[in-house]
């Protein structure tokens, strides 16, 4: 069995996917039709705010430079149900996210689709561009 590596669960990336946090980049509308549930504090769940039909599983950890992140049970979730998985890499800022100043926000992102088609590189992306990408999502 693993055992907690740090104590706490990182909260950065909940906080930055909040509609009054995402809004900055794609505007408040649509930042209302970005829904997600965290299902362990890594691994999310895209959902159509409509009618909460599940859309993707998203596995998140904090970018600190690392060449993989294992995600082997997140891909064969994803095989099994048949949506989309993706595991993306975050870097906090120095400066707080402006809708939940107890956190640090983010400034960029490493992104990789690991099920259907698993790319094999990541893909960098400014928090504009993910919030843009989890819209095409839907």
């Not at 997140?74 to 998985?85: D, E, I």
């Not at 490493?110 to 928090?127: C, D, F, K, M, Y």
Request: charge should be positive.
């Amino acid at each position: 069995m693993q055992t907690e590596r740090y104590g706490t669960r990182d909260q950065a990336y909940s906080a930055w996917h909040r509609c009054q946090s995402t809004r900055r980049y794609v505007g408040i509308e649509q930042a209302a039709r970005l829904s997600m549930i965290d299902l362990d504090g890594a691994l999310f769940v895209e959902y159509d705010n409509g009618d909460r039909e599940p859309l993707a599983l998203i596995e998140t950890a904090r970018d600190v430079g690392q060449p993989v992140k294992p995600c082997t049970v997140t891909a064969r979730l994803a095989q099994r149900s048949g949506l989309p998985a993706y595991v993306v890499l975050y870097r906090t800022s120095d400066l707080p996210n402006p809708a939940d100043e107890r956190q640090p926000d983010i400034q960029s992102f490493r992104v990789r689709r690991i099920w259907p088609h698993p790319e094999p590189a990541w893909r960098v992306l400014s928090p504009r561009s993910w919030a843009e990408a989890l819209l095409q999502i839907r």
